[in-house]
């Protein structure tokens, strides 16, 4: 059950750096939740087997960090990306047109 709450929290961390950071619309909409949803569970998952008990603080703290830092990190690196490579490729039809060499 708590493999569920922190996937949600991470979940609503990427929400939230979706939201602050610049370029949203260079990268689809669930894109940055869905790599803090994940992140948190991998995070939680490796945690549990190196050790850490469930219940206690230290596995919330290091799993919903590591999630937000993987969404924050994907958004920064996506928007950016995506613009640069949008700017390539209209600048490659207009000067030759849709056929692609």
Known sequence: ME???????????????????????????????????????VAWVALTWVGLAWDGGWIWVIALVAAALASVGVAMYLGPRRERLDAELFAHLAKVGVARS
């Open 3 to 41: 493999l569920l709450f922190v996937t949600l929290g991470g979940a609503l961390l990427g929400l939230a750096a979706r939201y602050t950071i610049p370029r949203r619309g260079m990268h689809g909409v669930v894109v940055v939740p869905a790599v803090g949803a994940a992140a948190a569970a």
